[in-house]
């Protein structure tokens, strides 16, 4: 057997692209096997390997972001739980504690140990955010964690391949849809399944007993990469602000420090909005993750993570702030304060490398409406409309439309969506003069409009901000467009309410726009001549933002 301890760097590079292949057949299975919409069409899970000690080696080339680094962090938490030798194979551990695992009880989480040869060599994880969860559906406005549905401790889940009939029950008692929720976490105990085959296969196939040096080496080329793309840094402190809508008068502001010391950086949010009593908190792990991501995508874009990606980084927030809450604060929303990390990050890095970092997008924070009810033959559904703004604009050229940064879950296909709930999207479509201005130009939002065709009212979550505080541009680049939601009649509902939405009513939802890059008059006017006739600028903001005069 190869008990070897160094790899030449092209044995090294073929062994770790098939690691990553393991971990994206393995995506492919839990997509292709689960049941509900929110996985199959718009991607919200991620699987990762990681050897024997817990550590990541791979994640699948399309995983959630917010999944970076938390699984092996889990897994510390089931390993303290259950240690390493009363794991067998077949057993799987779940949990959705906040705490523990992505920040938010819909997200489900999993591990399986895999065995080769009889010894364990590692284990294969999954996350995917769960259809329903019980409690308030998935929502902003709760005041504590227990509200927001049924929180699941570290617990057997499957013991040597059986389920735990007990565990089974209480989950699926729980929820508005058992059928999918079972679905789906079956999806996931198949996902880990692939994964232990192709990587038995991949050990015999190389002649390997286990991970640990290959483990090593991956993970020490990884974090070297890092730590080289850090060290090429202005050493120095750079600091940057965002403001968000927040909830009500507790509005969102977070203050980012970003000190830069060779080959090491630290980010800390010391300042930042105090834990607030609505979903809007964002815990530990979770702040970490949209830390370390935006970090990685800027600096070191082309090296595969794992574990050594993120040891050069660290990460503080203060305990009790709306970055690092106390237990219970709600949390179901976290998703709109994490998602404004990548935006602080970048505002800091700008003033060191403003080559390598993007405007703030009007993706982030990302906007969801959530439906619940009773289809037209009287059936439970509930369904959430994944869908982006645009991304913010790049030194090099112009923000992304309608696509989610730092997450990248997506709307998938509106067919589905309509198939499976008693809702028809009469729009979708790019919304003009939402990008910033800018040399490069911010991306475009999205206006939606939703009707409901069911006999009977549902009920309706909203999870969005950027209303009063729309994505900035940078170097000089202007904002994007704010967000507007509104009902047909013209009434504004709370932008992050339950309320419910009655028979024939529609949901107008208007998806704001990427910050802009650079001084709007430096940009070429033949680009802008080009964005009058797309009909991503209108005439009007063509000469008021670029000073160019378009006739008919």
Known sequence: MNTRTDFDPVTLEILWSRLISITDESAAALLRTSFSTIVRESNDFTTVLMDAEGQSLAENTAGIPSFVGILPRTLAHFLER???????????????????????????????????????????????????????????????????????????????????????????????????????????????????????????????????????????????????????????????????????????????????????????????????????????????????????????????????????????????????????????????????????????????????????????????SVYSGTDRQGNRFTQILFASGGMGAGPSQDGHPCSAFPTNTGAGSIEAFESISPLIVWKKELRQDSGGAGKQRGGLGQDIEVELTAPEAVRLSLLSDRQKHPASGLVGGGPGASAEIALGDGTRPHPKSRTSLKPGERLIMRYSGGGGYGDPHQRDPAAVRRDVAAGYVSREAAKRDYGIDIKE
């Open 82 to 368: 259950f240690p390493k030798e009363t794991w067998r194979p077949g057993d799987c551990v779940i949990t959705n504690d906040p705490w523990m695992a992505t920040g938010h009880l819909p997200d489900i989480t999993m591990a399986a140990p895999i065995f080769h040869r009889g010894k364990l060599v590692g284990f294969s994880g999954s996350v995917a955010h769960s259809p329903d969860i019980g409690g308030s559906l998935w929502s902003s406005d709760c005041r504590e964690l227990y509200e927001e549905g049924l929180r699941i401790p570290p617990i057997r889940f499957l013991r040597e391949g059986e389920r735990c009939q007990d565990v089974f029950d209480f989950i699926l008692g729980n929820v508005r849809l058992p059928e999918q929720v079972l679905g789906d976490l079956y999806a996931q105990v198949t996902s880990q399944q692939v994964c232990a085959r192709r990587l038995g296969e991949f050990l015999d196939d190389v002649g390997m007993v286990d991970l640990t040096a290959l483990s090593r080496a991956l993970q020490s080329r990884a974090e070297g990469a890092m730590r080289r793309a850090i060290e090429a840094l202005p050493d120095g402190v750079y600091r940057a602000r965002v403001e968000a809508d927040g909830f009500d008068a507790d509005e969102t502001r977070i203050e980012c420090a970003l000190t830069v010391d060779g080959a090491k950086m630290h980010v800390d949010y010391a300042g930042t909005s105090k834990q607030i009593d609505r979903g809007l908190n964002c815990v530990m792990n979770y702040t970490y993750a949209y830390t370390v991501y935006p970090i990685k995508c800027a600096l070191d874009p082309l090296t595969p993570r794992n574990e050594g990606s993120y040891r050069s980084v660290t990460v503080d927030a203060p305990l009790g702030s709306i970055l690092n809450p106390r237990y219970p604060a709600p949390c179901n929303a976290r998703q709109l304060t994490g998602h404004l990390l990548a935006g602080a990050v970048y505002g800091a890095l700008a003033q060191a490398v403003p080559d390598k970092v993007i405007a703030e997008c009007g993706s982030a924070p990302t906007m969801r």
